[in-house]
């Protein structure tokens, strides 16, 4: 340890022996007791970190359960201190708090009472006010002239617009069924979104009707409690399909694991799609061991370019962005060498120095 500045100036003078002598043993002890204690010394033992020194022998080792049998029964010896005042409910026993203010405190308390007792309004007219319309306070406050800004923006404000709600989906799964059993050249675009009367089995015989379709490139069932049994089926279905693009599942029932096996599925060599939609399951939080498996599988995908999913963890969101940005890069080299970009930028030569 370092000796301070001051000791070493009385050492050089000779003075310590001189401070030494005058003291007790007991005293010197204590000394060093204090210099050597430090709290926060966490190398030394905690009985040692203060100035207090137990002289006291030994008795034994230590019985934790012995030893709290014994302060029980201490406990249950020592007499309970007797009452002066007996409990009684509702009574304060002892000296009241009362508290203590200043003339200028009780200035202000005067003040606010005061303003409180002019604000007040009688029970009457508090019922008058409570019944009143939006319309009847406006008009009165435009008399007393006395609104303050927040009032004035929220009774002023425009009345809220009214939006007719979207129509139900009217949308029967068996005529949609019967079309794709067909493989009808006009059915391109299949919304059973929020379609109440699509059951599971329905749900099953659509999916499966994609293996043998070639005219189907957009599906979207929003909003219909798929579950995973017909995502199995989906994914089945999908792996004999390159015709469908764009697939929305958006707000269903299907758990993460599912989920995984969906975009396994999706990154075979038979598969067309380009773009999926399936954030708002029910379970939300799929875990990183979930969607590294979903990374993984979208890293083996060359065609995906579109997705709608929430990752909860950045490295694996980072992951798949970068993967789509590739896969839009790629199509886009393709597409310049085949002669379809010819909306090229013309860039300015950059100004040198000289």
């Known amino acids: 340890a370092l000796i301070p500045h001051a000791y070493i100036l009385i050492m050089e003078d000779g003075i310590w022996e001189d401070l030494l002598a005058c003291l007790s043993p007991s005293e010197v002890q204590a ?49 309970d201190k007797e009452e002066y005042v007996k ?9 009241v708090y009362v508290p ?55 009774a002023y404000a425009d009345p809220l617009k009214y939006y007719e709600p979207d129509p139900p989906n009217q949308t029967k799964p068996k005529e949609v069924l019967e079309s794709l059993n067909k493989d009808e050249p006009e059915m ?30 957009k599906l979207s069932v929003v909003n219909c409690d798929i579950n995973d049994f017909a995502i199995s089926t989906l994914c089945l279905a999908l ?60 890293m083996r995908n060359p065609r995906l370019l579109k997705l709608g999913i929430d990752f909860q963890f950045p490295e694996v969101m980072n992951r798949v962005s ?3 940005i590739s896969n839009m890069d790629k199509l886009r080299q393709e597409r310049k060498a085949k002669g379809g970009d010819q909306s090229e930028a013309k860039w300015n030569p950059c100004r040198t120095i000289d």
Do not use: W
């Open 31 to 79: 000394l060093l007791d204090d210099l050597a204690s430090d709290p926060d010394d966490k190398h030394v033992p905690a009985s040692v970190r203060n100035s207090y020194r137990c002289e006291k022998d030994p008795t034994g080792i230590l019985d934790r359960g012995s030893l709290i049998t014994h302060i029980n029964e201490e406990a249950l010896k020592t007499p």
């Open 87 to 95: 409990f009684e409910l509702g009574v304060k026993r002892g000296k």
């Open 100 to 154: 203590k203010y200043t003339e200028e405190e009780l200035d202000t308390m005067k003040r606010q009472a005061e303003i409180e007792e002019q604000v007040r309004l009688d029970p009457e007219e508090e019922g008058i006010l409570g019944a009143a319309s939006l319309e009847d306070i406006m008009a009165l406050a435009d008399i007393l002239n006395t609104n303050p800004q927040n009032f004035i923006m929220e």
């Open 188 to 217: 391109k675009d299949v919304c059973l979104n929020n379609v109440p009367s699509l059951n599971e089995s329905e749900a099953c015989e659509i999916f499966d009707t994609l293996r043998k379709n070639t005219n189907l490139t």
């Open 239 to 298: 792996e004999n399909n390159s015709a469908l693009k764009s697939l929305n599942l958006g707000s269903n029932r299907i758990s993460p694991d599912t989920i995984a096996e969906l975009f396994e599925a999706l990154a075979s060599r038979n598969n067309g799609i380009i773009e999926v939609r399936i954030s708002g399951q029910a379970q939300q939080k799929m875990g990183f061991r979930v969607e590294s498996r979903i990374a993984d599988a979208i």
């Open 322 to 324: 970068k993967h789509l």
